[in-house]
């Protein structure tokens, strides 16, 4: 049996400043489990988990992590985090055979036959699919993360299994390269972490974003850690202090049971969310100090509120009521900040218990606490959100949709906005009038024409804030539809699985000429010249990959929106490039030629000693009325205009070779400005919903022509646009590049020289 490597086993040893891990690993042996199982007071199945284990041990015995360790130690670490959350006997063997169909020669036939249908359904459900060769690596995650959420939509054990597995992945991840600890942290914080967020284990989500924080920037973490430890025995000594007076007062009154009192610090990448994100200072958190209380019934809760006032002085718009109007994963409580009289503002967390047991093991106190989740209604009110993920990828004709939908729907930040009769709706932070139209009802959503917050109109790109009252506008026009412009306005992939949904049904052959359209202008910017009986046949494994049966279902895919071109040409440009050659073997890639008549009409350059010539720019430096130029003679192709400062001209002048240098002359350009001439600009700014709508608000209110744009997101959670556009010259670029800084979020504004 080979060795094969898994998440967190490695040879290269992590950087020096993660030395320090963040979480101490212990290792479990299989007595250790044993005698726990035996100490709790459930009922377990010792004899067949016993069982699973020898299985384990006997399939992975020649193995080995990286560390050097036995790989049963990964096992046997899973099922005991499984233990800990109060899982069951099937779940727990599961923990402990979790890897031996993906690693090694065992079948899920030997586990079906050995512990019956349920292991053999976890297990399959938790083992990643065999490798598709036309897949990339994020289309791979995403084909994973596909089906473990088709797989949980049947038994939500299947990501409970996960979770516990990436946790002791994470906790050992030191023993990784350094590229392979980021990629991975960052696949836990963008996909795990808002799982077990929706899922409500807050235990686990908060260990699983700090591990991953640690990873991906440790010195703002040991910054973190390090001012929290110096206050360290300052922080214990206040809250023992606030525990003692909230136990006095309330011992005062009557309660059905003694109230448990409780201190609490906020996770550090909860810190740094409020520190870095939103820019605040240390000081300015009022809720990196806790004191929670928990009583018996929902109207002590109300009763301790009241005391708790009394007490202190509560911060204004400080107060939240989750008991009332719940989060998006059921999570309940009252909180409120309040200054006490060393003028050191803390929260206080108010709740019963079964709300701290839904709190802290979510779904998970199912099976930890039977009176954790009341009934199979409140379990199936939890899991909604999982067929809304897997409904809005299924639209997409997108694999990689469904990481994209966790990221972006599943963010632990929701706000709740009323509709005018008073119902709550809870949103992602930074949706829209739209997405709330929509998740109101689909009909309303398409038939949206304006929104009112508050009683005041407001755009439809307008992004709601928490406790505000919106009324949507709707069309009685009984053909009214969405626009398309909606899907670059909208932020949950609710609504952007709905438009594309109306497009793909109701528009089909005018999707059908915007996608060919579409397509045919990106294969000419990309030099990829192909005749167009070809094209299916060079598509082939995108069609596949979209499972698109016809060249026109993949046309229809880019017309709606399934498809996105800017995330494919890169690929498609590389397979033409190796089948066909490069396109331009000109050591200076150009832009299109200008006829000697076409430059005597607009008056564009002027060639020193060469009369009739045609001329073209150089897209290796972007030339623009108001550079200074310099011409290059090419073979066949007339006049190469670049900027002095190019680096081909630079690199020209460093060789100083006179049969080259003789190809170069003097240009310059004429007074005459009205000729448009192409370059290309990019911007980096903090990703936000409506950053492009912004960008391309102000080029077509400054009469810019947009030749091609795209955008994407830069792992550090900023975002790219990309942007073709004509221009008369460096002045009006230089304009609309210092309007484009001072949109919000913009870090900065370039103009691309390639």
Request: net charge neutral.
């Amino acid at each position: 049996m080979t060795q094969k490597k898994k998440e967190g086993t490695a040879q290269e040893p992590a950087e020096t400043v993660r030395e320090k891990r963040p979480m101490p690993q212990q290792e479990i042996t299989i007595s250790d489990l044993a005698q726990k199982i035996l100490a709790t007071d459930k009922q377990y199945d010792l004899s067949k988990i016993l069982s699973a284990y020898q299985l384990a041990e006997n399939a992975h015995k020649c193995q080995t992590r990286s560390s050097g360790e036995p790989y049963i130690i990964h096992p046997l670490a899973v099922a005991d985090i499984l233990l800990d959350l109060g899982m069951d006997t099937d779940t727990i063997c599961v923990g402990l055979l979790h890897d031996v169909v993906e690693d090694t020669d065992f079948t899920l036939d030997d586990i079906r036959k050995k512990f019956g249908q349920d292991v053999a359904m976890l297990v399959d459900g938790v083992t990643k699919l065999n490798r598709i060769p036309i897949f990339d690596k994020e289309q791979q995650q995403a084909e994973n993360v596909r089906k473990i959420l088709l797989a949980m939509s049947h038994d939500i054990r299947v990501m409970i299994i996960k979770l516990a597995d990436r946790i002791h992945n994470m906790r050992t991840l030191k023993y990784l390269p350094p590229e392979k600890q980021r990629r991975i942290a960052l696949e836990t914080m963008n996909v795990y972490a808002p799982i077990a967020h929706r899922l409500g284990i807050r235990t686990v989500k908060d260990e699983l974003e700090d591990l991953a924080f640690f990873y991906l920037d440790s010195y703002a973490y040991s910054e973190i850690e390090h001012i929290m430890e110096i206050k360290k025995d300052e922080r214990e000594q206040f809250i023992d202090s606030i525990k003692t007076r909230i136990r006095k007062r309330l011992a005062q009154e009557h309660f059905e049971k003694e109230p448990i009192i409780e201190g609490r610090v906020k996770s550090i990448y909860g810190i740094y969310k409020k520190v870095y994100v939103n820019h605040k200072s240390i000081d300015e958190i009022y809720d990196k100090y806790a004191v929670r209380v928990i009583v018996s019934t929902v109207a002590e809760c109300y009763t301790v509120l009241g005391i708790v006032h009394d007490m202190f002085r509560p911060l204004p718009n400080r107060f939240k009521d989750y008991i009332s109007t719940p989060k998006s994963n059921m999570y309940q409580s009252l909180h409120t900040t309040v200054l006490g009289r060393e003028s050191i503002p803390f929260e206080i967390q108010i709740r019963t218990w079964d709300m701290h047991v839904s709190a802290e093991y979510g779904i998970a106190a199912h099976w930890k606490y039977k009176e954790g989740i009341q009934g199979k209604d409140r379990m199936e009110e939890r899991l909604a959100w999982v067929r809304k993920v897997i409904e809005a990828q299924q639209t997409s004709d997108d694999v990689e949709e469904i990481v994209r939908a966790i990221k972006n729907d599943l963010s632990p930040e929701d706000i709740v906005v009323m509709t005018p009769r008073g119902d709550s709706i809870s949103l992602p932070v930074g949706s829209t009038v739209i997405d709330f139209a929509y998740r109101i009802h689909t009909e309303i959503g398409h038939k949206t024409i304006g929104g009112k917050v508050d009683g005041k109109m407001v755009p439809l790109d307008y992004q709601l804030q928490t406790g505000q009252i919106c009324e949507i506008l709707t069309s009685r026009d009984p053909n009214k539809g969405p626009n398309r412009a909606w899907l670059g306005i909208v932020r949950t992939n609710e609504a952007k699985s709905k438009i594309r949904s109306w497009f793909k049904k109701e528009c089909r052959e005018e999707n059908i000429a915007t996608g060919k359209e579409n397509l045919e202008q990106e294969f000419k910017r990309c030099h990829i010249h192909l005749p167009e009986e070809e094209w299916e046949v060079f598509l082939a494994d995108d069609l596949k990959r979209h499972n698109c049966a016809t060249i026109e279902d993949f046309y229809a895919s880019i017309g709606y929106g399934g498809v996105t071109l800017s995330k494919i040409m890169p690929r498609l440009k590389d397979v033409y490039e190796k089948k066909y050659g490069t396109v331009e073997v000109n050591e200076n890639p150009v832009a299109p030629v200008i006829s000697p008549e076409k430059s005597a009409e607009k008056g564009c350059i002027i060639l020193d000693k060469i009369d009739n010539c045609v001329f073209k720019f150089a897209q290796c430096c972007n030339p623009l009325p108001g550079d200074d130029i310099v011409g290059f003679i090419t073979r066949g192709h007339g006049i190469s205009v670049h900027t002095v400062s190019c680096v081909n001209y630079q690199a020209a002048l460093k060789r100083n070779q006179p049969e080259e240098m003789a190809r170069w002359l003097p240009v310059q350009w004429t007074n005459n400005t009205s000729t448009l001439i192409p370059t290309s600009i990019e911007v980096i700014a903090v990703d936000r919903v409506g950053l492009v709508f912004d960008i391309t608000k102000i080029l077509s209110e400054s009469h810019i022509l947009i030749v091609h744009s795209s955008s994407r997101n830069l792992r550090n959670g900023n975002a790219i646009f990309e942007a073709s556009v004509q221009v008369a010259g460096t002045d009006q670029l230089n304009t609309i590049m210092d309007k484009l800084k001072h949109i919000r979020g913009v870090i900065s504004v370039e103009r691309v020289k390639k």
